[in-house]
């Protein structure tokens, strides 16, 4: 089992910036995907970003260009830093893991809030 501890979140105007971090209980450095999620009240989670085992990344249209999700192996860490914040970035941002003949490992989730 990995746990996973998402901080970073907060209050932030429209144009901020932020980094998300997820801490992992366990070493990432094998594990298939890294991925952040997110949900706003009354719709469904979604995917933001994904970094696989690879090191390739897959971006939500949304967030191209403004996000971008990457790894420190040595700190079991995942961040995502996001630029240029709009109101409809508002939402529960989720760490997920998931390997490969395993379950997914989900965190609790930090709340990011975009507003004026």
């Known amino acids: 089992q990995v746990q996973l501890v998402e901080s970073g979140g907060g209050l932030v105007q429209p144009g901020g910036s932020l980094r998300l971090s997820c801490a992992a209980s366990?070493?990432?450095?094998?594990?298939?995907?890294m991925g952040w999620y997110r949900q706003a009240p009354g719709k469904q989670r979604e995917l933001v970003a994904a970094?696989?085992?690879?090191?390739?990344?897959n971006y939500a249209d949304a967030v191209k260009g403004r996000f971008t999700i990457s790894r420190d192996n040595a700190k079991n860490t995942v961040y995502l830093q996001m630029n240029n914040l709009k109101a409809e970035d508002t939402a529960v941002y989720y760490c997920?893991?998931?390997?490969?003949?395993?379950?997914?490992?989900w965190g609790q989730g930090t709340q990011v809030t975009v507003s004026s």
């Open positions: 997920k893991s998931h390997q490969v003949g395993a379950g997914d490992s």
């Open positions: 366990k070493s990432i450095f094998s594990i298939y995907l």
């Open positions: 970094i696989f085992s690879s090191g390739s990344t």
